[in-house]
């Protein structure tokens, strides 16, 4: 299972966004500002910049492309879930790129 941090570079690099060290200090190597995890603008602009079909189904289950989050493991938070599965999906599109 990889890291938020692993997820988000590789979203980043899905998406073409440069990676560079946080200059406040922080040890995160995404761009100030820039969280898909946190943010649900960020997450829906990697979601149509990458073409990611977000889907949450009346299972408890967030859909994005293949990948699916559990909303009850998130808190009961449909946001969350759809947010990581969205992340994650983008994280996959950028290792199938790599190969």
Excluded at 31 to 54: C, F, K
Aim: with cysteine.
């Amino acid at each position: 299972m990889k890291t938020d941090r692993e997820l988000l570079e590789l979203a980043a690099k899905a998406a073409g966004i440069a990676v560079e060290p946080n200059i406040n200090g922080w040890d995160e190597a995404y761009p100030i500002g820039w969280n898909p995890l946190t943010s649900d603008g960020d997450a829906l602009r990697l979601a149509l910049y990458l073409n990611i079909l977000v889907q949450p189904d009346l299972c408890g289950q967030s859909y994005a492309n293949n990948v699916f989050e559990t909303i009850n493991e998130h808190g009961g938070s449909v946001y969350v879930a759809s947010r990581r599965a969205i992340v994650r999906a983008a994280a996959e599109i950028a290792e199938k790129e790599a190969k």
